[in-house]
């Protein structure tokens, strides 16, 4: 407030009485104090956050696959381009199907690897035929990080069945800017940060599952 | 956008693809759906080892904070460096380069960020948060330009800071504006740097880093409006100094608390000022300041008000400020995402719109009940209703500080910058004549003229 203190103009006033090498010598004294005051403070309050903060413990974003609706802005927000987001195959929760709604579009002519018949746009998504189980064949899908543009077209796919596949940022490529671009355009808020000792989140089902096969 | 989007999606393929689903080429949906399943079991094959998924994540780990490391020690380099040109050598053109250096390596190298600027709010998260990690190397970036600061003035600002080393290398036809509108502005950065500090610890919202005008550049990508912004700011910047430093630099704000207690600062002549007045007018920045007493015209650059009035004054912004601030609160609590989503829900709950948005779907989706929605987003309005309020106490202080500063009677006895508005950067430098001799340009007896012109200017009667 106002009031609090001496206002400075009151300094100047009674000059009469000081001359001016004790009004120097003052306010070099007041200079200086303030001068270590100020020092003292940052110093402490840097040492402070810094002491209490580890670097084991730094933070790093990643978005939370649960909450992920495929919307396609991780592809287009992104600094840097291609996007530091692509979709990962967590393989235990994949069904195999032939007719994989991650893998084709909706419009399919036919099941084959045609890139007509593709949902990726980038054809990042890999076909593999494993065996065929009495008539009925089983297929492996793989992701091609390389090629993986983070559209989330194969996550959107997928959710219509295991949802084994889902998006997750690139600790790799990303370049952890303080106010990720993609967390700010992301519809569901699914970006968060996490720390750097565990930088992935599992789907709810996915953890679910690993459970099971622990006990 | 997402509306369009799925209107594509419901488009002819949709009802040709359920089609196909209802005749039976889908037989797992109605299968698991016959099964009560939710989902489909992966098949077992015997002989066949599925892929390790977990390799994936592997090839995706973070990378170590190495390039952290080197970023503080070339701050602390550059600063270093900045401060002795500054200071000692009194090189503009040795201060354009290191800004050169600086805006090429910390700017578009490593793409501004993570900056000072920035770093302020992650500061300012971890004292509020005891969830959220911040590395010694975010501290530092901090810390260090604010000791520097403390010892040497603003040389951060003058060549280091990959922002303020943009806007001095842009700024090419430098106007000087009238004081008034200055000093007003110039009050924006402390209400700039109170906001972004209580969004950041209200609700962990980043302010600083959305309105940064030159990160679109160091990137060299942004979206439409944020390219608007920075490209206005820059054609601002062109003829108008620094537009961002002096009125919107929430850093800044700190510097200008800190700065006129550097021990050291630059000063524009290299030895005693003779009162020439040529380098009155050279400031762009308008940080040089006359003297008070004996200065050429003996006018006093003190607000003229009585001490009565100056209580009432003070009184009367701190409250404008709290004032302020109490209505703030709400308005600005629509910032944070879960306000935004409860106000939604309850708005779909209660009737008063029709349909869902993706945030509404996936939070009915989790299960978490409502009423926790609403919870949550009462305790971050109450935080904001504080926060705002501390913030309107902290601007209108602000407002009062100045106050006192206009009606306090400077003691300068020489052209001196203005060590809070100062940024060290050595543009009045060459209008000095001291600073001619020195450099061996002109002969020392020639400037007994100028002296003799201030003799005869003190003299003149107002």
């Known amino acids: 407030m106002a009031g609090g203190g001496k206002s400075p103009a009151s300094f100047g006033e009674p000059a009469s009485s000081d001359t001016p090498q004790s009004r120097e010598t003052r306010r070099g004294f007041l200079a200086d104090a303030s001068r270590y005051c100020v020092l003292a403070f940052v110093a402490g309050a840097g040492g402070f956050v810094a002491g209490r903060r580890g670097e084991a413990n730094q933070l790093v974003w990643q978005l939370d696959p649960d909450l992920c609706i495929g919307c396609g802005n991780c592809a287009t927000q992104c600094v840097i381009q291609p996007s530091a987001v692509r979709a990962v195959q967590f393989y235990p929760l994949c069904a195999m199907c032939d007719i994989c709604t991650g893998y084709f579009d909706v419009s399919y002519r036919s099941l084959d690897t045609a890139a007509e018949n593709q949902l990726c746009p980038t054809g990042a998504l890999i076909r593999q035929f494993i065996v065929d189980q009495a008539g009925v064949p089983r297929f492996e899908y793989h992701v091609q990080r390389e090629i993986c543009i983070g559209c989330g077209r194969c996550v959107k796919g997928c959710a219509m069945m295991n949802g084994s596949l889902y998006l997750q940022v690139q600790h790799d490529l990303c370049v952890e800017c303080n106010d990720c671009s993609i967390a700010r355009a992301c519809p569901t808020r699914a970006f968060r940060r996490v720390p750097a000792s565990q930088p992935f989140i599992l789907k709810r089902k996915a953890r679910r599952l690993l459970g099971q096969a622990d006990k | 956008m997402i509306p369009s989007r799925q209107a594509t999606w419901v488009a002819p393929g949709f009802r040709w693809f359920w089609g196909k689903a209802a005749l039976g080429l889908f037989p797992p949906l109605w299968m698991s759906a016959c099964f009560g399943q939710s989902e489909l079991v992966r098949p077992h094959i015997p002989g066949y080892d599925s892929p390790d998924w977990e390799a994936q994540l592997r090839a995706a ?402």
């Not at chain 2, 600002?157 to 000087?176: M, S």
């Not at chain 2, 430093?245 to 700065?259: D, E, K, Q, T, W």
């Not at chain 2, 209660?350 to 926790?372: E, L, N, Y």
């Open chain 2, 61 to 462: 780990l973070p990378k170590g904070a190495v390039w952290e490391y080197a970023d503080v020690a070339f701050l602390i380099v550059a600063l270093g460096a900045a401060s002795y040109v500054a200071i000692r050598a009194r090189s503009r053109t040795g201060l354009l380069v290191i800004a050169g250096l600086s805006l090429a390596w910390l700017g578009f190298w490593r793409q501004g960020c993570i900056c000072p600027i920035g770093a302020l709010q992650n500061v300012a998260l971890t004292l509020a948060d005891p969830s959220y990690f911040v590395p010694t190397v975010v501290v530092l970036l901090v810390v260090v330009p604010i000791l520097f600061t403390l010892l040497c003035g603003r040389t951060f600002c003058a060549a280091v800071c990959p922002l303020g080393a943009f806007q001095e290398l842009t700024a090419i036809a430098p106007v000087r504006i009238p004081r008034w509108v200055d000093e007003s502005l110039g009050l924006f950065p402390y209400a700039f740097l109170g906001l972004a500090v209580m969004t950041t610890v209200c609700s962990g919202y980043f302010l600083i880093c959305h309105y940064d005008p030159f990160v679109s550049f160091f990137r060299l990508g942004a979206n439409a409006s944020t390219w608007i912004f920075s490209i206005g700011v820059v054609l601002l910047g062109l003829v108008i100094a620094r537009p961002y430093c002096r009125f919107l630099c929430p850093l800044g704000a700190i510097f200008r608390i800190v700065s006129p207690l550097s021990r050291w600062h630059l000063r524009i002549p290299p030895s005693e000022c003779i009162n020439c007045r040529l380098c009155e007018e050279v400031c762009p920045y308008n940080a040089i300041r006359r003297p008070e007493e004996g200065g050429w015209d003996g006018t006093s650059q003190k607000l003229p008000i009585s001490n009565l009035h100056l209580v009432v004054a003070c009184c009367g912004v701190v409250i404008a400020g709290v004032v302020s601030g109490l209505f703030l609160g709400p308005v600005t609590s629509r910032l944070d995402w879960r306000i935004q989503l409860a106000e939604r829900v309850w708005l779909e709950e209660s009737g008063q719109v029709v349909g869902t948005t993706d945030a509404s779907d996936v939070f009915r989706k989790s299960g978490i009940p409502v009423s926790q929605l609403y919870e949550e987003a009462a305790k971050i309005e109450g935080r904001y209703r504080w926060g705002c309020l501390l913030v309107g106490l902290w601007f209108g202080g602000v407002m009062a500080a100045k106050v006192l500063q206009l009606s306090r009677s400077p003691h300068r006895r020489e052209y001196e910058p203005e060590r809070g508005k100062c940024y060290s950067c050595g543009r009045c430098f060459r209008f000095c004549p001291l600073e001619q001799v020195r450099l061996g340009l002109i002969d020392a007896d020639s400037i007994r003229v100028y002296a003799k012109a201030a003799e005869k200017d003190k003299a003149r009667p107002t």
